[in-house]
């Protein structure tokens, strides 16, 4: 059995989603809404439609895509614009759409890596990505819900493994791959026990990099949150080792 099907049929997974309020997004609805009056976006892991809804109701052409039937059905709820995927093959042409997104999906997925190319793949030149995971190869924070975080002895082996990738990343041949984890289970579902992938912004920035984006925003926050906190926390390197991966950027090159 592989990942994919924990959720194909998962109503409980379904209500947990429907339960996160509007504002949840709202920073991951505010950079998808960076393209044309009108322009077509996707929600790669749409879950049960908010985002989608709240595009729809801001004028855009938005399409969500999910693996989770459950999910489908409740997102039908809202918004007629959420469809079943088969969670490898993103089903649209290439330069598809003027904006993609994945929020909180990167760390789920089989494949990550090539999850992102998928995602490149169908977002026209000039458009807009945009790709929010928790950072589990954190070394500084608070609130450390996940293991793979918490405690002195993860955040330095997190901290030595960012380091060597980081490293490693600088290589002319360089071929970075997520780490893969274990999912959590216990009597009482947290958020992201079922994650399998040790999300991260640098690796995150250097996929999307090779799959021919320019990435112009890298921060640890994925909530909307005073600019007098928002700067510090992203205005130096730092923010590779705190919270979370929010990254954002556009597709160089020719349509076709």
């Not at 989608?52 to 614009?81: C, D, K, M, Y």
């Not at 060597?164 to 990343?169: Q, T």
Request: aromatic residues 10%.
């Amino acid at each position: 059995m592989n990942h994919q099907s924990y959720y194909s049929e998962n109503s409980e997974y379904a209500r947990f989603l429907a339960g996160q309020a509007e504002g949840f997004f709202g920073k991951y609805v505010n950079y998808l809404s960076r393209c044309p009056a009108g322009g077509k976006i996707l929600d790669a892991g749409c879950g049960t439609g908010q985002v989608v809804a709240r595009l729809e109701t801001l004028g855009f052409n938005p399409i969500g895509i999910e693996v989770s039937h459950p999910n489908v059905q409740a997102a039908a709820g809202i918004t007629s614009r959420c469809q079943l995927y088969d969670g490898r093959v993103i089903p649209f042409e290439n330069d598809s759409f003027d904006a993609v997104g994945s929020f909180n999906v990167l760390e789920h997925v089989e494949d990550p890596e090539g999850y992102i190319v998928e995602l490149v793949r169908v977002l026209k030149p000039g458009g807009q990505i945009v790709l929010s995971s928790p950072n589990f190869l954190r070394v500084l924070g608070w609130k450390d819900y996940h293991p793979h975080m918490r405690g002195i002895g993860n955040k330095w082996r997190n901290a030595q493994t960012l380091w060597k990738k980081w490293r490693a990343s600088r290589l002319p041949d360089a071929h970075l791959k997520f780490e893969r984890m274990s999912p959590i289970e216990r009597p009482t579902f947290q958020p992201d026990d079922d994650a399998i992938i040790a999300t991260n912004p640098l690796e995150m920035a250097w996929h999307l990099r090779k799959a021919g984006c320019r990435i112009h925003t890298i921060h640890c926050s994925d909530r909307i949150i005073p600019p007098w906190i928002d700067w510090p926390l992203n205005a130096t390197p730092l923010k590779f080792v705190m919270f979370n991966a929010f990254l954002a950027g556009i597709k160089i090159g020719r349509a076709g």
